[in-house]
């Protein structure tokens, strides 16, 4: 089956940096990749996501990029601001009839005022 | 809010009860699913049902049965759990099981301890 790997499990970063979260997958079938975010005391929520045929994917301070051949997908957060501060997974899937989704081990961004 | 409502949100049992877990989607999805969030390991999938059928039995322990009466309602009755059973359980749903009706919609979750 699909396996997903997330680096790093926590990310400390200064209000206004830039943050970068890198996943990677193993089964080349996989196309669609969803982002969710999680603050504390509610559910994971799709913030972006990208399909195999594109390569890179914007929305407003938050883009996320695609390298089928590498088999890695990131998501990039531009100008952090404190309510960033939450857990972020990343996700596979793969086509068929079912698309079972397979998450990441989620990372904790810390946004620092 | 995500249209998707669970409750209780927080649940305290003893390995000798019977208790349930419920959600409700407002969202007119036809797909629901049961996950398991432990510290430190990704999300576990349990259980999937596609228009009140299931579709998806991840090698779940029988103590966990799921019940889905219609498309807008799902439960997780649980019976003899063991403490390693103490996580947060996260119901979503999705329009469908395929392509762009894949996406999901999670709820709050209930945060489960078993003593």
């Known amino acids: 089956g699909e396996n997903v790997e997330q680096h790093p499990s926590t990310l400390s970063v200064q209000e206004g940096d830039s943050a970068v979260i890198k996943c990677t997958y193993s089964?080349?079938?996989?196309?669609?990749f969803p982002w969710y975010k999680q603050e504390l005391g509610k559910g994971p929520q799709l913030i972006i996501d990208?399909?195999?045929?594109?390569g890179e994917k914007k929305d407003q301070r938050i883009a996320v990029t695609l390298n089928k051949t590498a088999k890695h997908f990131s998501l990039h957060i531009t100008e952090t601001q404190p309510e960033d501060s939450a857990v972020y997974f990343c996700a596979a899937s793969i086509s068929g009839g079912y698309q079972k989704v397979t998450f990441g081990t989620g990372t904790k961004l810390q946004v620092i005022p | 809010e995500t249209g998707v409502t669970q409750t209780p949100r927080h649940l305290v049992m003893g390995m000798t009860n019977k208790k349930s877990l419920k959600c409700e989607q407002h969202l007119g999805h036809n797909a629901m699913y049961w996950y398991k969030q432990s510290a430190k390991k990704p999300l576990e999938l349990m259980f999937v049902?596609?228009?009140?059928?299931?579709?998806e039995n991840n090698s779940v322990p029988s103590r966990f049965s799921p019940e889905c009466p219609n498309s807008s309602h799902l439960f997780l009755h649980l019976h003899t759990l063991q403490p390693e059973d103490s996580a947060l359980y996260l119901c979503?749903?999705?329009?469908?099981?395929?392509?762009?009706?894949?996406?999901?919609?999670f709820g709050a979750g209930t945060r489960l301890s078993v003593l």
């Open positions: 979503a749903s999705s329009q469908g099981l395929e392509g762009t009706k894949n996406i999901q919609y």
């Open positions: 990208i399909r195999s045929n594109v």
């Open positions: 089964d080349s079938a996989s196309n669609y």
């Open positions: 049902y596609s228009l009140e059928e299931r579709v």
